[in-house]
């Protein structure tokens, strides 16, 4: 399959993300999210939530709260 192919199965599902300003690399963070809002189910406290995913995945606590913040941002 070429690029071009891939893209035109994609395309509205492209130009959404796109038009809502979605960076396609936040799908490398898509596990550390499920991760975070299973521990908020399950009762963690934010800060044990974050300094163990920051150990897990190697991230520093900004990049956690960004993360969560743009998971959760309302599509147009």
């Known amino acids: ?6 893209l035109k199965v994609a395309e509205s599902v492209l130009r959404m993300l796109s038009k ?9 963070h898509l596990a550390m999210y499920e991760d975070l809002k299973r ?17 897990q995945y190697k991230a520093p606590p900004a990049t956690i709260y960004r993360v969560e913040k743009r998971m959760e941002r309302e599509m147009k």
């Open 39 to 55: 521990l908020e189910r399950e009762g963690h406290k934010k800060t044990y939530i974050v300094h163990y995913l920051g150990e």
């Open 1 to 6: 399959m070429k690029q071009y192919d891939v």
């Open 20 to 28: 809502n300003g979605v960076d396609v690399k936040d799908v490398e």
